[in-house]
């Protein structure tokens, strides 16, 4: 035996090739959603009538346990609004793979939170875009707030620990972080925060809502003092250009080698961010999930070494890595380039020189009609994230 | 904290854990605190895999064949395995198995 730890090349650098099967997979069982939010990154509302049926969910559950994928984040739409969902999520226990499901809280009731209390490999995530009704109301539409906070006694007197509370990060709740800590501590559980990406209806108002450059620094010195207790995936490696220390967490772009979603209707796209057929692998339905996840062009050519391309001659390239391939792409920024939110300022250059009227748009699109309800600030429904625990922690 | 390996202990896969076999050694999922970790070379999953069958810690350390350097890094890993329940000393009753 002569190979030494030591001569490993560093996990990032392993996960740009690629592995075996997803670390961070996220599955949206429906596009159905109760609320009508105007950045849900998946553009949710009504029912995609080519959803997979339950028989095609357990057969791809059953895959997912023999390619040892061993927890997927369950999203929509709003997944609970599916009649079948409870079944599926014992089945998905059944076998092995855990489920960490995303919901806005309409279905938490008392007794449902006591059994998921009682059932191992079951996470929750509740969706809560301001720390008081006032600012979560205005984005998210009007009880939205007492829906989560009713969701969360409830999850907490049943004697669940550590659910999660998951919050996109809004020029308008930069300022509540400490607030949002201190609802997550009271309740026992664990604050999440991601970052808002111009995905879905996110792109119409990313330009009103996505952090200014003060609150971005604000938000990384935050993560620096805090971000040992706080999940943030994949979400703010961006910020890393901000100074020399890293902020804990995911930090490269991972879809299509450790990134992935499986939407309603069986497509599978490298990132929950990225529904556009530029980024669709394949579907479910033909051979399977593991064909799609190891054979695709699209995939193998993700897992090749990508280039930084405006970004080579950076020095914060390494700790940066060019941003969110997502964000550039909703924003019509070159994908090897800087992202629309660069600390050093190239983003907001590129977006003033871009061609605004060309901006692609998602493949998908189940929103009910077509009207903004307008609140003085666009509804917000939170995008489910793709990567909840950092795969790194544990790592020396 | 790690908890301090003892080279004159057995120690031994957690049952609760399952690993996955990945280009650059291994992904361990412990399904009982729901940790994932990475074993960072395919002869330390091979080792950790066959660590239950040794008397002791020191045992399999020596059984492999390492270098000193090697057995540091294995050292290290393997405490932050320990760390995170991935690795566990073997209890009595399974040592006389
Ligand atoms: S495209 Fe963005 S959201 Fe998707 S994996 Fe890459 S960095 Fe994460
Ligand atoms: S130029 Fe590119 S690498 Fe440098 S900070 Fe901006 S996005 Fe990051």
Redesign the pocket.
């Known amino acids: 035996m002569t190979a030494t730890v030591e001569h490993t090349p560093s996990l990032v650098e392993q996960f740009k090739y690629g592995l075996d099967a997803p670390i961070c997979l996220t599955w949206e069982w429906t596009y159905a959603c109760n609320l009508a939010c105007e950045h849900c990154l998946s553009s949710s509302g009504r029912r995609d009538p080519d959803e997979l049926s339950t028989e095609e969910i357990k057969r791809v559950i059953d895959e997912l346990e023999r390619m040892q994928v061993f927890y997927v984040n369950v999203g929509g739409g709003e997944p609970t609004v599916r009649s079948d969902f409870w079944e599926l999520l014992d089945y998905a226990v059944a076998h092995h793979v855990g489920i960490k499901f995303s919901t806005n809280g309409v279905k938490i009731t008392p007794d449902r939170a006591k059994r998921l209390a009682a059932t191992d490999y079951v996470d929750v995530q509740i969706s809560l875009d301001g720390a008081t009704r006032e600012v979560n109301d205005a984005v998210r539409g009007p009880g939205s707030f007492d829906m989560a906070m009713r969701a969360l006694r409830n999850l907490a007197d049943a004697g669940m620990r550590d659910f999660k509370i998951s919050v996109v990060m809004t020029r308008q709740n930069v300022d509540q972080l400490d607030e949002f800590q201190r609802i997550a501590d009271g309740f026992g559980a664990q604050l999440r925060i991601t970052r808002l990406r111009p995905s879905g209806r996110g792109a119409d108002v990313w330009d009103e809502l996505h952090p200014t450059g003060e609150q971005q620094r604000q938000l990384y010195e935050w993560l620096l003092a805090n971000g040992d207790r706080v999940l943030t995936g994949d979400s703010f490696f ?1 910020l890393n ?1 901000l100074g020399s220390e890293t902020l804990p967490g995911l930090n490269l772009c991972g879809a299509g080698r450790v990134v992935c979603l499986i939407d309603p209707v069986g497509d599978v796209y490298a990132c929950p961010f990225a529904i556009h057929d530029v980024f669709k692998a394949g579907n479910v339905r033909p051979a399977g999930f593991q064909t799609v996840w190891r054979d695709s062009e699209l995939f193998k050519d993700l897992r090749r070494p990508q280039t ?1 391309g405006a ?1 080579d001659s ?1 020095a ?2 390494d700790s ?1 890595q ?2 969110c391939m997502a964000a550039k792409f909703f924003t019509g920024l070159p994908l090897d380039g ?2 629309p939110e ?3 300022g ?2 907001e250059h590129a977006l003033s020189t871009r061609d605004s009227s060309a901006l692609p748009k998602p493949s998908q699109d189940h929103s009910r009609g077509t009207k903004r309800v307008s609140l003085g600030m666009p509804s917000v429904r939170m995008p489910d994230r793709a990567c909840d625990t950092s795969p790194l922690a544990g790592l020396t | 904290m790690a908890p301090d390996l003892d080279l004159d202990k057995p120690y031994r896969l957690n049952p609760s854990v399952a690993l996955r076999p990945e280009p650059f050694g291994a992904l361990a999922y412990h399904f009982g605190n729901r940790k994932l970790s990475f074993l960072k070379a395919p002869e330390l999953v091979t080792f950790v895999r066959t660590l239950g069958e040794h008397a002791s810690l020191g045992e399999a350390l020596d059984a492999g064949g390492l270098t000193d350097r090697t057995k540091q890094s294995y050292l290290r890993a393997l405490a932050s395995l320990a760390a995170t329940d991935m690795i566990v000393e073997k209890e009595r009753d399974d040592r006389d198995r």
Do not use: R, S, T
Request: aromatic letters at 6%; charged letters at 10%; hydrophobic letters at 20%.
């Open positions: 961006h250009a930084g970004c950076c914060a390239y940066c060019g941003g800087p992202d660069c600390v050093k190239h983003g």
